[in-house]
């Protein structure tokens, strides 16, 4: 004899996504890595919201991991703004390491941390990239190269810097 389903089962089913039918999220919150105040993320003047920008503020992942023409134009990004502080290989050197697994700000462990760091500024000399013209379609590139070369990084080089 079959048993009638339960209701708990009859509500869980109601919460079920309906194909084509995209739920949302509230948008992830982001916060300078400073004082914990909100970012403001409304474009610049001139600045086009792309479809990986607003992907990206939805979901906080970055959804130019692992492409490679993002990661190409990534590479070049950081080449003309962050290897000067953080070397090319991300080790650090005026800047952190970006390729440590104990990263100065634990918030760059992930995609949404990066970018709050990135954009909004952090201690030292990281001045808020959102004032210096760069695009946060071009930050999210940035952020899919540097997290290349911590997917690359030898054991060694993500350890604990040395003080």
Known sequence: MRRPPSIALAIACLFLPLPGLEIRAEEVAFRSVLDGSALDLAPKPGEVETQAVKKFKRTGRNPYNGQERALREGRRLYAARC?????????????????????????????????????????????????????????????????????????????????
């Open 83 to 163: 290897q000067g502080c953080h070397l090319r290989d991300g080790k650090g050197r005026l800047g952190p390491s970006l390729i440590t697994d104990h990263p100065e700000y634990p918030q760059s462990k992930t995609d949404a941390g990066m970018f709050a760091i990135i954009y909004g500024g952090a201690t030292g000399s990281m001045q808020p990239f959102s004032l210096q013209g760069l695009r946060q379609d071009n930050i999210l590139k940035v952020m899919a190269y540097v997290t290349s070369l911590r997917r690359s990084a030898s054991p060694v080089d993500r350890q604990a810097p040395k003080q």
